[in-house]
């Protein structure tokens, strides 16, 4: 398994094509594409791609609320609706809302957060050939998550003072921690491993949504976020000086090295995110 991190955390080669993700942000509870949000859209229609990428996945998003998943499907059917228009065959646009399940940007309970409001689009098979596209997909997850899950759930767990989980062959997802009661709860992180759509890299997350209670918690939390910078090789004195950071004011900073960027965010209030994402193109 070593050997099969030390290849995929190396710098990745560039490809023909790495297919990346455009944004296009909306106003605070409407789903009314404004003229920067379809100069976006332009712009992502316009170069030329594989025919592995003909089809456009938009993924509708919003702020918190209890309509986020109403108002982030009527924004992914504007686009579509708009696409259309422009010329784009309905069968190659795949359409999903996610509501507020997946932030751009952390904020406090009652406190909007523009970045939220937004629709994602990525270059795709699209519906055309989404059976084959899906099936592709399980299989790359299935060889490139399960290593990075074994590796870096024991180690955020030991960092914090939990038992190492048993992790089951091929596992996708964290297992739960079992901590004894000096660990405080919201020492420990929530743990998320993805694969990078039409890669074989990884996204890391760790997310401690209600902050650190406590100065113990803080230590705890710093820790598990060390330990996984330092397995992808990033700086790790600028991240942990933002999560350390009083609750107040957002406080956001950015590191990259070895093909991958720590992206560290601290409030507005209590909330802390680290995320590790891949950039360049795919890997070997």
Do not use: Y
């Not at 609320?65 to 646009?93: F, N, S």
């Not at 590796?151 to 030991?158: C, G, L, N, T």
């Not at 921690?177 to 990884?202: H, I, K, N, Q, S």
């Not at 976020?225 to 000086?241: H, I, N, Q, T």
Request: with cysteine; proline share 12%; net charge neutral.
């Amino acid at each position: 398994m070593t050997a099969m991190l030390v290849l995929a955390l190396a710098p990745a080669r560039a490809t023909e094509f790495a297919p990346g993700t455009t944004s296009m942000l909306f106003a605070p509870g409407s789903a009314e594409i404004t003229p920067e949000a379809r100069d976006a859209l332009l712009g992502f229609l316009r170069p030329p791609r594989p025919p592995a990428f003909r089809g456009h996945c938009l993924t509708g998003h919003a702020d918190r609320g209890p309509a986020a998943e109403a108002l982030a499907r009527a924004r992914a059917e504007a686009v579509a609706a708009m696409m259309a228009r422009q010329g784009v065959d309905p069968a190659d646009i795949a359409v999903a809302a996610m509501g507020d399940r997946m932030p751009a940007r952390l904020a406090p309970p009652g406190r909007a957060e523009p970045m939220n409001d937004r629709l994602e689009l990525t270059p795709c098979p699209g519906p055309r050939l989404a059976g084959v596209a899906e099936a592709e997909a399980l299989a790359l997850d299935a060889a490139v998550v399960p290593p990075f899950v074994a590796a870096i759930a024991p180690m955020v767990a030991r960092a914090v003072g939990c038992a190492e989980p048993a992790v089951p062959r091929g596992a996708l997802a964290t297992p739960p921690f079992a901590c004894p009661a000096e660990v405080p709860p919201d020492a420990v992180p929530v743990l998320v491993v993805l694969r990078v759509a039409g890669t074989r890299r990884v996204m890391v997350a760790l997310d401690w949504p209600a902050g650190f209670g406590s100065d113990q918690a803080q230590r705890r939390g710093l820790a598990a976020a060390g330990a996984v910078l330092d397995l992808f090789g990033l700086p790790v004195a600028l991240p942990l000086a933002v999560l350390a950071a009083e609750p107040g004011a957002a406080r956001r900073a950015e590191v990259s090295a070895r093909g991958f960027r720590a992206e560290v965010e601290a409030g507005p209030g209590a909330a802390r995110r680290l995320r590790l994402v891949p950039i360049g193109g795919d890997g070997p």
